[in-house]
């Protein structure tokens, strides 16, 4: 249940920065996920529902927007966007590429927050 | 009722990161090379770090190991066996090893009388590649018993692997292992890995392990 500890983490996190929002509810939060996280969507979301019940991150929306595995290749001397997790290769010139440049992200992006009438933001 | 949008752009696994962080650097000033060692279950890490602790041992270097179990302490028994200092770390029930566990139990252990930590962490394929221990070479172990596209069923953590070793090469003909294939897959994921081929049975393979671990702390210098 590694997908658990990550959204608790998350959870935690929002719950942090919400201190600086008193009485602000949380709409949406954004996560970037690299494809090569090892993460898989649908157990963040079960996970999600869960861990936000009873706190100001219930019924908020959950975004995950996955990045691509991108590669440094250095025939081609670019950055490149390999097709399948199970090829470390680039798509231009065929040849293997170790240099990983994105694809383990597990980041928070943003939150979205509604705030209460007489709160002023810092 | 006013919507804002609050940029965060925080990794979520910050907290294990830094204190692995804060690790590597203890470890790099100790100048212990810190090893740490992921498989599936029952792939025979205990079994390589059985002999490889007792070899160093015998090349007079100074060894100790962690090992990560859910409940047992069967593995941290087996290690200790080699005189070398062995403790066990005990996740109750969590499923990978984090870095506050690893700082947890390296109290009292003086790291600058040591040569080389190791660290066996639990049995699994997928969220050990998440979690940083400070490490400075991660070792991805794969047997000759378990397939050879398991590199291709879990590209996460071949890919974050430093070296490989395949193992219970004693078997390898019996199984039908098909050895270049292997090789093959493991190469399409983490393109130039070191490899290494291994039977903690037959002792096949220790010695260019054993070279390995030892140029590798020649760099540590
Ligand atoms: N034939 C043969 N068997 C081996 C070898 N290495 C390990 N085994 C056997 O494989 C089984 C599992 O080995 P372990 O070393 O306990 O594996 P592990 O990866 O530490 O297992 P967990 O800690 O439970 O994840 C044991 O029955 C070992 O005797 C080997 O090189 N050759
Ligand atoms: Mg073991
Ligand atoms: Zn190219
Ligand atoms: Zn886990």
């Known amino acids: 249940m590694h997908e658990l500890s990550i959204i608790s983490s998350v959870v935690d996190s929002v719950m942090e920065s919400l201190a600086a929002y008193p009485g602000a509810r949380v709409k949406e939060v954004r996560l970037r996920v690299g494809a090569l996280a090892a993460v898989v969507e649908d157990s963040l979301q079960f996970c999600y529902g869960i861990a936000t019940e009873d706190t100001p991150l219930a019924g908020s929306v959950l975004v995950v927007k996955t990045l691509p595995v991108r590669v440094h290749c ?49 | 009722m006013t919507t804002r949008i609050v940029e965060l752009r925080r990794g979520i696994l910050k907290k294990n990161d830094e204190l692995a962080a804060g690790l590597r650097q203890r470890f790099t000033a100790a100048g212990v090379l810190v090893v740490n060692l992921v498989s599936s279950p029952g792939t025979g890490k205990t079994a390589l770090l059985e002999r490889t602790l007792r070899d160093l041992r015998t090349r007079g270097l100074r060894v100790a190991a962690l090992v990560g179990d859910l409940e047992t302490d069967n593995d941290a028994r087996r290690l200790a066996a080699s005189g070398a200092p062995v403790r066990q770390i005990n996740t109750h029930g969590i499923c990978h090893l984090e870095a506050e566990m690893v700082g947890k139990h390296l109290e009292g252990w003086e790291l600058g009388g040591l040569d080389y930590l190791f660290i066996e962490n639990v049995g699994n394929l997928v969220c050990p590649s998440s979690y940083d221990l400070g490490e400075r070479i991660r070792v991805v172990l794969l047997s000759v018993t378990e397939g050879e596209d398991k590199p291709l069923k879990y590209p996460t953590m071949f890919n974050s692997a430093d070296a490989a070793v395949i193992t219970k090469m004693d078997i390898a003909e019996p199984c039908g292992f098909d050895r270049a294939l292997a090789l093959k897959n493991i190469n399409e994921i983490r393109p130039g890995i070191r490899v290494f081929e291994t039977s903690a049975k037959t002792g096949s393979g220790m010695e260019e392990w054993l070279d390995y671990l030892v140029e590798e702390r020649g760099l540590e210098r």
Do not use: T
Not at chain 1, 76 to 104: H, K, N, T, W, Y
């Open chain 1, 74 to 122: 250095v025939p081609c001397g670019q950055d490149v966007e390999i097709e399948s997790l199970q090829s470390f290769r680039c798509p231009v010139c065929g040849e293997p590429a170790a240099d990983l440049r994105q694809g383990r992200e597990l980041e928070i992006e943003s939150i979205e927050i509604e705030e209460a009438e007489e709160a002023v933001g810092p």
